[in-house]
């Protein structure tokens, strides 16, 4: 009895410092939150998944566009290992964001307001904003290889990596995203689907700016992570025209558009797709 009391404290401490077990993987198929590739396409996100993109996807919360490459789908899909997993760093030169022109939407929304204030005051107009360079691109990944294969009826390579073991903490789930790539056959497209294994909580998510809904609490980590990976690839996004864009939807304001709507409501009208939303 005097050895177990003695023990006691050590063994207490030895069981608070075990690792902590990992969310457990998804399961394959066809399900609302499987994953893998079936008959050459990926699964869509369910509507109430927070952390979660797909190119099959249509609508804005979980859409993702396909990524496009420039070299052959062996050396796409190597580059792209070596990339997520770690063994390639800082290889890239920073390239300009990923934005119109290599302005943050921040900067370019700041002095369009500013701009139009100074008209209506008379003011000097505000300094135009300057060319910025995504650093988030020569950052290390820690990704593993899950899962690579041919698809069954060879449309496609399949590829599954997994981000986020290596540093997980207890509760933080979110952060261990499972991330699919579907190179298509005789193509330079990949499609992608992207989603954490539990649900992100509110340290997860940070402050980011939409076009359409102006500044938003964004809480999709799996989405984050796939547009830092793209960024550091330097490869380009396919343009899909959707009706909730507001590129593509000249019906579909931009978030600061929606201020004047009060005055402007002969001139905006919603779109079908607006009205089914």
Request: proline letters at 6%.
């Amino acid at each position: 009895k005097q050895l177990a009391v003695l023990l006691a404290p050590l063994l207490v401490h030895s069981s608070s410092c075990a690792a902590a077990e990992l969310p457990s993987s998804p399961p394959i198929g066809s399900c609302t939150d499987c994953i893998g590739e079936l008959n050459g396409t990926l699964n869509a996100c369910t509507l109430s998944s927070t952390s979660c993109v797909s190119s099959q996807n249509e609508d804005e919360d979980h859409f993702m566009a396909p990524w496009q490459y420039t070299t052959n789908t062996e050396a796409a899909m190597n580059s792209l290992v070596a990339v997520a997993t770690g063994k390639r760093c800082g290889d890239f030169e920073p390239a300009l964001l990923q934005q119109p022109f290599g302005i943050s939407r921040t900067d370019a929304v700041s002095f369009i307001f500013k701009g139009f204030q100074a008209a209506l005051t008379g003011n000097r107009p505000p300094e135009k904003p300057k060319f910025q360079r995504d650093q988030s691109a020569a950052l290390a990944f820690n990704g593993t290889v899950a899962e690579r294969h041919t698809a069954a009826d060879g449309s496609a390579e399949y590829l599954h990596l997994v981000f986020g073991t290596n540093e997980f903490v207890e509760g933080r789930g979110a952060n261990i995203v499972d991330a699919e790539f579907l190179f298509l056959k005789d193509d330079n497209i990949v499609d992608l689907r992207a989603s954490s294994r539990t649900n992100p909580t509110q340290a997860d998510g940070q402050l980011s700016l939409s076009l359409s809904k102006g500044i938003v609490y964004d809480q999709n980590v799996a989405q984050r992570q796939l547009e830092r990976l793209r960024k550091a690839l330097q490869w380009e996004s396919v343009p899909v025209i959707t009706g909730f864009d507001p590129r593509f939807n000249q019906d579909k304001p931009l978030f600061f558009e929606k201020l004047y709507q009060p005055f402007l409501r002969d001139t905006y009208k919603s779109s079908p797709v607006d009205e089914m939303q």
